[in-house]
């Protein structure tokens, strides 16, 4: 069973950086896309970005520009560096593995804890 945990979270000034890295505890993660998502409190989870094996990348409007997924299969990593945070990033952020590469949460099977980003305007 795929196990993901996400690690890089914290609180920062708007216009701050953060990577959110997220390590998988299977072999065969090159095999699988990967995806992050968000969700701030009182809101309906949202799709970031997502990564496909091939390496192909796609970005939800409201962040594209500004974060860029990535992964490393040598180390079973996926990351998510996000540049000129805003206020409104202020969100959970998880990552999830699946079979198809996706901006839609069903199409993910299994799905990290989470990780706490706050961005400070």
């Known amino acids: 069973q795929v196990q993901l945990v996400e690690s890089g979270g914290g609180l920062v000034q708007a216009g701050a950086s953060l990577r959110l890295s997220c390590a998988a505890s299977?072999?065969?993660?090159?095999?699988?896309?990967v995806g992050w998502f968000r969700q701030a409190p009182g809101k309906e989870r949202e799709f970031v970005a997502a990564i496909s094996r091939s390496l192909s990348s796609t970005y939800a409007d409201s962040v594209k520009g500004r974060f860029t997924i990535s992964r490393d299969n040598a180390k079973n990593t996926v990351y998510l560096q996000m540049n000129s945070l805003e206020p409104e990033d202020t969100a959970v952020y998880y990552c999830?593995?699946?079979?198809?590469?996706?901006?839609?949460?069903?199409?993910?099977?299994?799905w990290g804890q989470g990780t706490q980003v706050t961005v400070s305007s």
């Open positions: 999830a593995v699946g079979q198809y590469y996706s901006t839609r949460a069903v199409h993910y099977d299994t």
């Open positions: 299977i072999q065969t993660f090159r095999t699988y896309a």
